[in-house]
């Protein structure tokens, strides 16, 4: 990270270039019509200015053909940065299926960061160069946001429910990651790194640090917990079978549906009560105040490894 | 310099304390305001030099964390809600309009001054609850922060804020009513001066927004007083329900604080160019317009909340909308200017900078608008950069010309001329170098509300605080010689300006009671071609 | 039209301080009728801001209803519908008492005007004797959000978050209906004295109307909170 005075920030994601070239587009649009403006006014200015106290300028009421001109042309421009601006939104947002996934969890004031290997860091956070990455977020408390410049990405991360959002780095080296919400007393104290590595060294990395993936950790708990009492891997028990459930189509009571993604596994271990599966009586216990963030991340990396049969639950980490 | 005669006016009609407090005349309604937000200038003022100073180093030299966090809070409380939102429509409109109309006051006088009883008591709640340990929160409140977490004194800010939202309120409702009701013969809606069109706008912006902010505030208050869940995520609560409902009054606010400078302007351009407006029509029916794109885009502050794309698609596109109006204005006033006679008076010194500032600010708003750019923008000092264009290279510079227009009629002197020219440059100069440095700091990513920061972003900060100082200094000046223009300045004629309106037509300052019969319209605004010019001396002629 | 000049000659000669006395309406207006019309614009774009004021409750309440439909519906079955409906009941006979002083004032009938008055006050004690009441209960019962919370059904969470939002929305509508009985003991008083007649009774009407918005606002509250989910 640069401790020099900069103007211009680094591009270091698959975005950063586009994001950058749409800004020095508005950019050179401002800066035409800044420098328009000021210019007919001085000119005007100094032009007509006043030269008796006998001046007695004639009327130009106005002129529909310029009112329409200077309201269309600015419209026209206007859409076209929205639709360009649109589209890179949506990149920034739309999530690519192949992305490797991290957790995040925002507190009073600092970030913890949980790879699927079960690498857990504190206020840094990882990455192999070149590939896609997809951070899921929550917060204990307060709303925060997660803020990388040299990416050009920020997300909210907000207290009891998940946010996303993805990027692909593309160069080696370490990145400033700020908190960019006001969260109290140390919100400039919130700021981290995201460290770029080459493919092999995050590899080296990552089997360097301690052992236990994330989903073996949920694995644990879902022991400890006694949810394997109910949540049987066959269909006899008095809670669903939840092979397979991750990404699933779930049929609620009173005929509704609900996509099973992480937000719905949250919720249903916290307030079971929010969402009863059809054919199931509401008898789950809640769990809150019993796990922590991080330890729902573990039993939620858990749950999305068991997939159906034909594939070998216990396979290590994407 | 002749003997003036005395003459009765507003000003020396009655005298003593309580024919000040207890009066029901618009113009001394006015004045009271002009002293309240002065302080509150003032003191919101020393607030924003305290973070600049704090901010020249990238450590946190001067305070604590908790202190400097107050003290941004109060800044922007301060300055939003106690000095920008009534400004121009608390002074100059409240002096104006009944003047510009041809009416004797406002509909409802009483109501005019319990409007200001409120503002003072909401904002001597607020500055107590600052003095008494301040509030953290940001002016924004953002849940579950400010309900569940700060331990600040949340409470009586929001109940300060929430009494003096209803100051708003009733001032909103006076204007609406008058202008409706009260229009002297002759005067059709597109006769009346733009000033006017501004401030219509402007009161159906504070009565429709205002009361929404008020109930969600309380909420807040009532949250944290009878704990109650509703913007508690622990117990089901939604915070971003808050940021909705708070920024639907907000972004609209910030059209409260630009659409009357906007009138301001229209008045500044043609007296000072002795010409018609360009584009009367489009300039009135684009206030309107503001007003109600207004109202559709506040969402544009929570992109990165985690919305819908589709929402954010919408929010986006009308955002971009709503430039469109203002651009237009811009373009009218230029206009205005061609072929026009234009003299260099502080007023119009202002006038020119509002509208080179403003274009600026407002083209820094499209960066904002845009998705996939205020991504990497939204919280970082690019947005204060881009607020701060608005709201002080626009907003204040549009208030410090109209004040300065209007000083003969409402106080019955001339300001000094000179220092009033010297002002404005230094006001000028001053802005720009403490806040252009901000854009780029924005875009390299420093975030807003951090109390210290990291070592490269300092030499921009260092620029910024060197132009606070002299912004400082700059604003300074009107105060002094305003102040000094009560006593030594020249005695005001009627219409030392040249200018058409109706208030021009009153002495000045004017009698209580306005006109002496009420006058009848039969010309359009700014009909300089058909106006009969006199050389009038600045010195007040003699009677009789 | 004169010209400017003539105009601001006569400007600049000495005004007096005030013009002539009118009875009957006050200096700033032309005419009576001139004061009525601004009275009763400005009643309406009053009534106009309290829609905002409550929409921002309602539109919380909307939020949160199609969030959480079934806690809603629960929650909502622990209101006492029967004297919720008979508050209603209350408050609309309070509307027909104060349309009947509004048109006792019209007609310049003193004695109709302040017994409808005072008819419509006692009425909106009533309601407001009620609402005590339900709140003394809810309280008993434990329902009332906060540390002393206690709800026998599975989603608390979301039932507290009806509460609350029962407790703000009630509770604004009781504090426009006490002011609105401070407004009608003012009008009490001034019509006894005689200030109304059949020429002026502008306060009358426009307190008519205030009174009739805080009518409407129950007319919303009162399904919105009491009735759903009551089919079971």
């Keep these: 990270m640069p401790s020099f005075f900069q103007l211009f920030p680094e591009q270091a994601s698959t975005i950063s270039k586009d994001v950058d070239a749409l800004f020095w587009f508005i950019t050179s649009v401002s800066a035409f019509f800044s420098v328009l403006i000021a210019l007919l006014v001085i000119y005007f200015a100094v032009k007509y200015r006043r030269r008796s106290d006998g001046d007695r300028p004639r009327t130009v009421e106005g002129s529909l053909g310029l009112e329409l001109t200077w309201t269309i042309i600015p419209l026209g421009i206007a859409m076209m940065i929205f639709a360009w601006s649109a589209a890179i939104y949506v990149r920034i947002y739309r999530v690519p299926d192949d992305a490797m996934q991290v957790f995040v969890v925002g507190k009073q004031w600092m970030w913890k960061m949980q790879h699927m290997e079960g690498q857990r860091e504190i206020n840094e956070l990882h990455v192999p160069v070149g590939r896609a990455v997809k951070l899921t977020m929550t917060s204990e408390d307060v709303i925060h946001s997660f803020f990388v410049p040299a990416f050009r990405i920020k997300q909210d991360v907000l207290p009891n429910r998940y946010t996303t959002v993805w990027f692909q780095a593309t160069k080696v080296g370490v990145y400033h990651l700020f908190c960019a919400e006001y969260c109290g007393t140390q919100h400039a104290g919130m700021i981290g790194s995201i460290i770029v590595m080459e493919p092999s060294e995050y590899a080296a990395w990552l089997s360097g640090g301690a052992g236990k993936s994330l989903a073996s950790s949920g694995e644990v708990l879902f022991q400890e917990l006694g949810c394997v009492s109910c949540h049987r891997s066959d269909s006899g028990g008095r809670g669903p079978a939840l092979t397979g459930v991750f990404g699933s189509t779930v049929k609620l009571q009173g005929g509704t549906t609900v996509t099973a993604d992480e937000g719905y596994l949250r919720e249903s271990i916290l307030t079971p009560q929010a969402k009863i599966v059809s054919g199931y009586q509401p008898i789950m216990p809640t769990f809150k105040g019993l796990v922590s963030e991080e330890q729902l991340l573990q039993l939620i990396a858990y749950i999305k490894e068991q997939k159906s049969s034909g594939e070998d639950p216990n396979h290590g980490s994407r | 310099m002749e003997a003036v005669e005395p003459r009765t006016n507003y000003l020396n009609a009655d005298y003593g304390i309580k024919s000040w407090l207890l009066t029901k005349d618009h113009k001394r309604i006015a004045v009271l305001y002009l002293v309240s937000i002065t302080v509150m200038f003032i003191l919101g003022g020393v607030f924003a030099l305290l973070v600049r100073l704090e901010l020249l180093t990238p450590g946190p030299d001067l305070m604590s964390s908790d202190t400097y966090n107050k003290v941004f809070t109060m800044h922007g409380i301060i300055m939003v809600f106690f000095f920008l939102i009534p400004s121009i429509p608390a002074v100059l409109g409240n002096f104006l309009i009944p003047l510009m109309i041809g009416a004797r006051d406002l509909a409802f006088p009483r109501i005019n001054l319990l409007s200001w009883y409120i503002y003072m008591v909401g904002g001597i709640i607020t500055l107590v609850a600052m003095v008494a340990g301040g509030v953290d929160t940001g002016w924004t409140f953002y849940t579950p922060y400010s309900t569940a977490v700060s331990n600040t004194n949340v409470i009586p800010t929001a109940v300060g804020i929430f009494i003096s939202g209803f100051s708003s309120i009733l001032t909103g409702l006076n204007f609406i009513v008058t202008i409706h009701r009260m229009r002297a013969p002759g005067l059709t809606w597109f006769r009346l001066p733009l000033f006017v069109w501004a401030h219509y706008a402007t009161s159906l912006i504070m009565i429709l927004g205002t009361p929404v902010v008020a109930v969600t505030i309380l909420l807040v208050a009532m949250e944290r007083v009878f704990n109650l869940a509703i913007f508690d995520p622990t117990r089901g609560g939604d915070p971003l329900l808050f940021q909705h409902l708070f920024w639907f009054y907000s972004h609209p606010a910030v059209y409260i604080m630009i659409l009357p400078p906007m009138g301001v302007m229209s008045e500044l351009v043609t007296c000072f160019s002795r010409k018609r407006v360009f584009g009367y029509n489009f300039i009135a029916v684009s206030s309107l317009a503001i007003a109600l794109l207004g109202f559709l885009v506040w969402a544009h502050h929570m992109f990165v909340t985690g919305m819908s794309i589709y929402a954010a698609l919408i929010f986006s596109f009308l955002s971009f909308a709503v430039a469109i109006p203002s651009a237009v204005k811009v373009f009218n006033w230029t206009a205005t200017l061609y072929k026009g006679s234009i003299s260099y008076d502080a007023p119009m010194l202002y006038a020119f900078g509002f509208i080179g500032l403003f274009t600026i600010g407002g083209l820094t708003g499209l960066f904002l608008a845009s998705l996939g750019t205020d991504v990497h923008l939204t919280d970082t000092y690019f947005v204060v950069a881009h607020f701060h264009y608005i709201m002080v290279g626009g907003a204040i510079m549009g208030y410090l010309g109209g004040i300065h227009f209007w000083w003969p009629k409402i106080s019955g002197r001339m300001y000094p001329e000179a220092p009033a020219r010297v002002a404005a440059v230094i006001v000028f100069i001053g802005f720009n170098l403490t806040f252009f440095p901000q854009f780029i700091l924005g875009y390299l990513g420093m975030p807003r509300r951090y109390h210290y920061y990291p070592d490269e972003f300092q030499v921009l900060n260092v620029m910024s605080t060197a132009g606070a100082t002299i912004l400082g200094l700059g604003y300074l000046l009107p105060l002094t010689y305003l102040i000094w223009s009560l006593r030594y300045g020249a005695h005001a004629s009627a219409n030392p300006w040249n200018a058409t309106g109706l208030e021009w037509t009153t002495p000045s300052p004017p009698p209580t009671e306005n006109f002496h019969e009420t006058p009848i319209v039969t010309h359009d605004a700014y009909d300089y071609e058909d106006f009969d010019f006199e050389t009038v001396p600045l010195q007040e002629v003699k009677v009789g | ?232």
Excluded: C
């Design chain 3, 1 to 232: 039209m004169e010209a400017y000049s003539d105009q601001r000659e006569r400007a600049l000669e000495t005004t007096p301080a005030a013009g002539p006395h009118h009875a009957d309406h006050q200096h700033q207006f032309d005419s009576a009728a001139q004061q009525y019309d601004a009275s009763t614009l400005g009643m309406w774009v009053f009534l106009v801001t309290e829609i905002m004021f409550f929409g921002g409750v309602f539109t919380m309440y909307v939020a949160y209803r199609a969030a959480y439909p079934g806690a809603f519906g629960h929650a909502s079955n622990h209101l006492n519908l029967t004297l919720g409906a008979i508050n209603t009941a209350v408050l609309i006979a309070s509307s027909l008492t104060m349309a009947l002083a509004v048109h006792s004032s019209q007609m310049g009938k003193r004695s109709a005007l302040v017994t409808y008055l005072l008819l419509t006050m006692l009425l909106g004690s009533v309601f407001l004797g009620i609402k005590g009441v339900e709140y003394a209960h809810k309280f008993e019962e434990g329902l009332v959000p906060g540390p002393g919370f206690t709800y026998s059904g599975p989603d608390a969470n979301q039932a507290q978050l009806f509460f609350s939002l029962y407790f703000a929305m009630t509770g604004l509508h009781a504090l426009h209906m006490v002011i609105g009985l401070v407004l009608m003991a003012v009008l009490v008083l001034q019509a006894r004295k005689g200030r109304y007649t059949k020429l002026y009774h502008t306060p009358i009407e426009i307190s008519g109307l205030y009174w009739h918005f805080v009518d409407i606002v129950w007319i919303f509250l009162f399904p919105l909170l009491y009735l759903i989910a009551r089919h079971e």
